[in-house]
């Protein structure tokens, strides 16, 4: 039996699968929107419950949450109706994949053939692509449920999601609160039960800090993981694809549904895709576990870091060995970050021009209509990186800023490859603080960028890194994240599943429909 | 190599490299709040990288080649479904030379 640890999150409804649900008993369909994708994989293919109920139960809670959470920028009902009757021809045929029928959300950067895809920007309203992004492929290959498309910062820019051009998305722990960002919809889906499991990207912590003050687990895979192919690039060095879930092990079950080599994407790697679930083992015995002075800063929640020295202490009980470890370029790592990913997306950003798709602002001569169409298209955050990123390219400046940049980069990179000689998995805060209110640093982009100060040195390392809750402060989730090797999605899974199962964290449930009670009270 | 608050022309002739039209108060929006990003990653400079080669990216792999084979290609009108304006399946754009 897991112990039990005493949390500070006990009033809110909880939620133990055990108790509500037993084998052969008559499932609630009201009832699937708590079920992990794992535990809804077992009752479809019991065929205790059809694809269609659990279709019907997560749109339903879609009608019944969304206006508050706002997790989504486009609702697609009809697709995972129709996805549904699908599904459950295939569970009959006996030729269900692990994603079959489990109900699934899609940041609106992964392209999508019968949706539309606005990565969150006006110079994409209505843009349907021509094809599916190579994630999202695979999905429907298999026939998941596509509940929607989430919202985002605009092109995947921002931590709070309040660079949406579309709406702002709410914390379901606190509906004034940001979700984190800038796959703030995706982070806030999963946390609201609108689906079990969502799709986000990660090219800073677009995954792991909104995860982490959502209250659910983020996965970044390893730089090379999983296919970008239809990813709406960013910054093409960094982003990757991962997934979002209320569990580890579904997490782990989606990593091994879009992980491997794609022909469409060369950077994707050719490296075998082992059984995650089947590493989630609940042992830490001998584990090497490092620990880094260097994330410990100036300007920290004092609770945060409490927390999460208490899980670490937690972590040395269960059998792990505690190192310290440093990681000296770790204070450079966010200046880094924003001159190489403003740069690459500049130049990635420079499709959009009124020509081959999305809004066109048609002036006199073509330069006007570029001017025009980028000057109107993007949002304020999307321009300052473009001007940033121009900038630090630009000539007397490149050498200076963009080279030095990937030198501290390659420094940043040694310091991982050399803690890695002696540990298995780094333990660090996924952020700085808990989630704060709607507005608070919309005004001041440096203070909106230091959100991300743990999140990015694993993505300029390129290597994996998962966030799971480990604590609460002020009613709102606290996160810490494992970083591991290149390639070795396992370890870092095991160490968060061992860890999750060992605590109650993750089965709190965010007061949502209390709020939303309150709300219609008055 | 921190320096002064960027100049209206600087932001000016970056917006243009950048192909985006600022309104007036964005590029004074613009001059302060890059300045002060700026500011913050000049902070790299202190950096002793003389013997650091830089990294574009961190995979291992290098010249990814694909056989020479053909392959169907995405529909004409699919692609150009998305297009402002078109003509006999071609993007139309103004005038680029009198």
Redesign the interface.
Known sequence: MPRTVKTACSKYEQFSSSTTFTRGSEVLVSELIHRTAAELRDLLDRGEISAADVAEAHLERVEAVESHVNAFITVTGDIARKQARAADQRIKDGSAGPMTGIPVGLKDILCTIDAPTTAGSRILEGYVSPYDSSVVARLREQDALFIGKTNTDEFAMGSSTEHSAYKFTSNPWKLDHVPGGSSGGSAACVAANEVSISLGSDTGGSIRQPAGFCGVVGLKPTYGRVSRFGLMAFASSLDQIGPFSRTVEDSALMLGAISGKDPNDSTSVDTPVPDYRSALNGDLTGLRIGVADEYQIEGMDPRVEQSVKTAIAELERMGAEIVPISLPHTEHALATYYIIAPAEASANLARFDGVKYGLSLTQDNLLDTYLETRGKGFGAEVKRRVMLGTYALSSGYYDAYYVQAQKVRTLIKRDFDQAFENVDVIAAPTSPTVSFQKGARTDDPMQMYLSDVFTIPANMAGIPGVAIPCGYVDDLPVSMQFMGRAFDEATILRVAHAYEQNTDWHKARPPLDEAIAASAGN | ?SKDKLSLEE?DH??M???????PD?RE??RE??S???D??????S?D?SA????????T?QN?M?SDEVHDS??LD??M?????SEDGM?K????LE
């Open positions: 190599m932001v970056v917006a490299l950048a192909r985006l039209g600022l309104e964005e929006m613009m709040q890059l002060s990003i700026i913050h990653i000049s902070l790299l400079q950096v990288t650091i080669p830089p990294t574009a990216q961190v995979i792999l990814q694909r995405l529909e699919e692609v479904k998305n297009a402002p304006d993007f754009v103004r005038a680029v």
